[in-house]
């Protein structure tokens, strides 16, 4: 069995941080801040991001719990995030679409708008030329050129009406004393991308691109198609024409698209979120019902029924929900009465053979006194007889304090003790057997006050239990007890080293009646409820009895109790499992050592007189949860009365020590003593 989580609780020592094997460390600072801080999980290694951190993920822990327990919130927030998502891709493809659309109109327009303007512009240079004639070669062609050019542009621009501009350039960036002309203020370089200037000298067909139309009066920039072409003047030599079409118009539509697109998809959206709300309403409602009367029928109320309508599908969960609950109920109740008589029959078969045993007891007694004047089989008879009794009787009374663990009558008398006066109470009672079997029970823990708020003869009793079934089954081996507190929480740990506990027995030696041997008659050992009792004990205080062992390496018991009666225990001081059990000393089921532990070497518990060092109490570390643990069912507190007589039992005997089935014999009970036996 392996070792439960505590180990790491507040209350062990002994562990130390070592440096991890095969890992280099960064060498920079910010490397081994990210290496130890950020990329191992957490932010250890900086107090002020770990600050910052907690401050943030402060109010996302209300939202996180609300999304990880509400599915309707679930459901609603899904469907409109896949909702956007699909509005969104619609949207991209509707506004693609439109705008290639438009785009194409508008090229197609303005393609056909510039080639008619190349062919005006061609036919008035050659109309320029022929009334020209000779005159066009003296010194005034410059002159009349440029104004020819001007003309040009106004002419060709007057047809627009503001949807296009007209712009020329000279070709190859030479001039020629003809200047560049654009209509409309257009700022006729900057408007004209230099890379389609480049494309419309090195062709004669027709180019175009798009641009920002720059104006010289201020008025803002506008998205335009520009389409060029390299024509000649009438002196025949080549310029550059240009028209330029505003998209002003098409970016309006485009616009006008995108916010009809988004008011729609925002409204489907919203839509589609209010009939997912409605629509998991219907589901969930009936199922949060059918959660709240579960509830309420796991407390306890078991006439609770959901509200059924309609025929549909939700309405047949109802009626099964409905009918399994009633059936329930029936079962409960059938259970309840047959347990109900079965408590009542132990409590009365007990009560009821107290008088005759009482009788025969006295008689055995006398008997049992006389023996020495009988023959040697008859005596021998007569010390069956008184040890049986003895057993009868100690099955008795733990019958008895079964019943009323089972009735829930048993009753929590605490009161603040040092459980080092109980454990030394304990360890003296024990000593005679002890003794005798050749075994040194040793304290561990006992040099600082282990205080709690609880009941001192129930406590005494769970530790005499233990205590004997240690030293029964030490082997003759030492029995080392330990005592450590830490945080909110004390526990005492009994250790021995004799034949231990196969895999699976640490729960079930606490079942009643279980044996380890079943196939053994119950003709020696214990009661078989000594440590049933003492885990409910355990469980009255609020607290937890667990078991660990390994075949022939001994076993550990320990007792974990909370400092007040009210508190709950996170955790225990003692490890489970203790530091040398076969698997933290790397060995083997059969006491070699493991593979691939080269490092550690085979021991042996060491038995010497000299006692190991105290568990150093760590009170200011929070212990952690336990796993492993056994939770106790609450503590009925009962407030010891001062300066009275304790209540006593009905049996009188409520503190025997009784054992499981793997404990103390007859022969060995009669060697105890009374104050063994608890008589």
């Given at each position: 069995?392996?070792?439960?989580?505590?180990?790491?609780?507040?209350?062990?020592?002994?562990?130390?941080?070592?440096?991890?094997?095969?890992?280099?460390?960064?060498?920079?600072?910010?490397?081994r801040?990210?290496?130890?801080?950020?990329?191992?999980?957490?932010?250890?290694?900086?107090?002020?991001?770990?600050?910052?951190m907690?401050?943030?993920?402060?109010?996302?822990?209300?939202?996180?719990?609300?999304?990880?327990?509400?599915?309707?919130?679930?459901?609603?927030?899904t469907?409109?995030?896949?909702?956007?998502g699909?509005?969104?891709?619609?949207?991209?493809?509707?506004?693609?679409?439109?705008?290639?659309g438009?785009?194409?109109?508008?090229?197609?327009?303005?393609?056909?708008?510039?080639?008619?303007?190349?062919?005006?512009?061609?036919?008035?240079?050659?109309?320029?030329?022929?009334?020209?004639?000779e005159?066009?070669?003296?010194?005034?062609?410059?002159?009349?050129?440029?104004q020819?050019?001007?003309?040009?542009?106004?002419?060709?621009?007057?047809?627009?009406?503001?949807?296009?501009?007209?712009v020329?350039?000279?070709?190859?960036?030479?001039?020629?004393?003809?200047?560049?002309?654009?209509?409309?203020?257009?700022?006729?370089?900057?408007?004209?991308?230099?890379?389609?200037?480049?494309?419309?000298?090195?062709?004669?067909?027709?180019?175009?691109?798009?641009?920002?139309?720059?104006?010289?009066?201020?008025?803002?920039?506008?998205?335009?198609?520009?389409?060029?072409?390299?024509?000649?003047?009438?002196?025949?030599?080549?310029?550059?024409?240009?028209?330029?079409?505003?998209?002003?118009?098409?970016?309006?539509?485009?616009?006008?698209?995108?916010?009809?697109?988004?008011?729609?998809?925002?409204?489907?959206?919203?839509?589609?979120?209010?009939?997912?709300?409605?629509?998991?309403?219907?589901?969930?409602?009936?199922?949060?019902m059918?959660?709240?009367?579960?509830?309420?029928?796991?407390?306890?109320?078991?006439?609770?029924?959901?509200?059924?309508?309609?025929?549909?599908?939700?309405?047949?969960?109802?009626?099964?929900?409905?009918?399994?609950?009633?059936?329930?109920?029936?079962?409960?109740?059938?259970?309840?009465d047959?347990?109900?008589?079965?408590r009542?029959?132990?409590?009365?078969?007990s009560?009821?053979?107290?008088?005759?045993?009482?009788?025969?007891r006295?008689?055995?007694?006398?008997?049992?006194?006389?023996?020495?004047?009988?023959?040697?089989?008859?005596?021998?008879?007569?010390?069956?007889?008184a040890?049986?009794?003895?057993?009868?009787?100690?099955?008795?009374?733990?019958?008895?304090e079964?019943?009323?663990?089972?009735?829930?009558?048993?009753?929590?008398?605490?009161?603040?003790?040092?459980?080092?006066?109980?454990?030394?109470?304990?360890?003296?009672?024990?000593?005679?057997?002890?003794?005798?079997?050749?075994?040194r029970?040793?304290?561990?823990?006992?040099?600082q006050?282990?205080?709690?708020?609880?009941?001192?003869?129930?406590?005494?009793?769970?530790?005499?239990?233990?205590?004997v079934?240690?030293?029964?089954?030490?082997?003759?081996?030492?029995?080392?007890?330990k005592?450590?507190?830490?945080?909110?929480?004390?526990?005492?740990?009994?250790?021995?080293?004799?034949?231990?506990?196969?895999?699976?027995?640490?729960?079930?030696?606490?079942?009643?009646?279980?044996?380890?041997?079943?196939?053994?008659?119950?003709?020696?050992?214990?009661?078989?409820?000594?440590?049933?009792?003492?885990?409910?004990?355990?469980?009255?205080?609020?607290?937890?009895?667990?078991?660990?062992?390994?075949?022939?390496?001994?076993?550990?018991?320990?007792?974990?109790?909370?400092?007040?009666?009210?508190?709950?225990l996170?955790?225990?001081?003692?490890?489970l499992?203790?530091?040398?059990?076969?698997?933290?000393?790397?060995?083997?089921?059969?006491?070699?050592?493991?593979?691939?532990?080269?490092?550690?070497?085979?021991?042996?518990?060491?038995?010497t007189?000299?006692?190991?060092?105290?568990?150093?109490?760590?009170?200011?570390?929070?212990?952690?949860?336990?796993?492993?643990?056994?939770?106790?069912?609450?503590?009925?507190?009962?407030?010891?009365?001062?300066?009275?007589?304790?209540?006593?039992?009905?049996?009188?005997?409520?503190?025997?020590?009784?054992?499981?089935?793997?404990?103390?014999?007859?022969?060995?009970?009669?060697?105890?003593?009374?104050?063994?036996?608890?008589?």
């Amino acid at each position: 069995m392996s070792g439960d989580s505590a180990a790491s609780s507040p209350g062990r020592t002994g562990a130390r941080a070592e440096r991890p094997v095969g890992r280099k460390t960064s060498g920079s600072r910010w490397g081994r801040f990210f290496e130890g801080g950020l990329l191992q999980g957490g932010v250890q290694g900086s107090p002020v991001l770990r600050l910052f951190m907690r401050w943030v993920r402060r109010p996302l822990l209300p939202v996180m719990r609300l999304w990880r327990r509400n599915i309707q919130l679930k459901v609603v927030v899904t469907t409109l995030l896949m909702s956007m998502g699909v509005v969104l891709l619609l949207g991209f493809v509707v506004i693609g679409q439109m705008r290639n659309g438009l785009l194409d109109a508008k090229v197609k327009a303005s393609q056909s708008q510039a080639t008619g303007g190349f062919s005006v512009a061609k036919q008035r240079a050659d109309a320029a030329v022929s009334a020209g004639g000779e005159d066009a070669a003296d010194g005034r062609a410059n002159q009349n050129v440029s104004q020819w050019m001007g003309d040009l542009v106004e002419s060709l621009s007057s047809g627009g009406q503001g949807a296009f501009d007209v712009v020329t350039l000279p070709a190859g960036g030479d001039s020629g004393g003809r200047g560049p002309r654009a209509s409309g203020n257009v700022f006729p370089t900057t408007s004209v991308p230099q890379d389609l200037r480049d494309r419309v000298d090195s062709s004669l067909l027709p180019a175009q691109s798009y641009t920002r139309i720059v104006y010289t009066d201020g008025q803002e920039s506008q998205p335009g198609l520009i389409i060029g072409k390299q024509v000649n003047d009438p002196n025949n030599e080549p310029y550059q024409l240009y028209y330029l079409f505003p998209l002003t118009q098409e970016e309006k539509s485009l616009s006008l698209v995108k916010g009809t697109l988004a008011t729609a998809g925002l409204f489907v959206v919203v839509l589609l979120g209010a009939i997912a709300w409605l629509v998991v309403r219907q589901v969930v409602t009936p199922v949060r019902m059918a959660a709240g009367i579960a509830e309420r029928l796991s407390a306890g109320r078991l006439q609770e029924r959901m509200k059924v309508t309609g025929e549909d599908d939700i309405a047949r969960l109802g009626e099964a929900f409905n009918k399994m609950a009633q059936n329930l109920q029936l079962k409960i109740q059938q259970l309840e009465d047959l347990s109900r008589m079965q408590r009542r029959f132990v409590s009365d078969v007990s009560h009821e053979l107290r008088t005759p045993l009482t009788t025969v007891r006295m008689a055995a007694d006398v008997i049992h006194d006389a023996r020495e004047d009988f023959d040697p089989v008859t005596a021998r008879s007569a010390e069956l007889l008184a040890d049986q009794l003895d057993r009868f009787e100690s099955l008795l009374a733990d019958l008895l304090e079964i019943s009323r663990f089972d009735a829930g009558a048993a009753a929590l008398e605490a009161e603040p003790i040092d459980l080092r006066v109980v454990v030394q109470r304990v360890v003296s009672g024990a000593a005679p057997l002890a003794e005798r079997k050749g075994t040194r029970i040793r304290l561990v823990g006992d040099q600082q006050p282990v205080v709690a708020e609880a009941d001192a003869r129930r406590v005494e009793r769970v530790l005499r239990n233990l205590v004997v079934n240690a030293v029964e089954h030490g082997d003759g081996k030492d029995v080392v007890v330990k005592l450590a507190s830490a945080g909110g929480a004390v526990a005492v740990a009994v250790r021995d080293y004799g034949v231990g506990l196969k895999p699976g027995e640490a729960t079930r030696v606490f079942s009643r009646f279980w044996r380890a041997d079943p196939a053994r008659a119950r003709t020696t050992g214990g009661t078989g409820l000594g440590l049933s009792i003492a885990l409910e004990d355990a469980r009255l205080h609020g607290g937890w009895l667990q078991a660990w062992g390994e075949p022939g390496g001994g076993s550990q018991f320990r007792l974990t109790l909370p400092r007040t009666a009210d508190e709950p225990l996170r955790g225990s001081p003692i490890p489970l499992e203790p530091k040398d059990s076969r698997r933290n000393r790397g060995l083997n089921d059969a006491g070699l050592p493991r593979a691939g532990d080269g490092e550690k070497r085979a021991t042996v518990p060491v038995q010497t007189s000299s006692e190991p060092a105290p568990l150093a109490p760590r009170p200011s570390a929070a212990p952690t949860a336990d796993p492993t643990a056994l939770p106790g069912n609450g503590a009925r507190v009962v407030p010891r009365p001062t300066g009275g007589a304790r209540p006593a039992d009905d049996t009188g005997a409520a503190d025997s020590p009784s054992t499981d089935a793997r404990n103390v014999g007859p022969e060995d009970r009669n060697k105890q003593g009374e104050a063994s036996r608890g008589r």
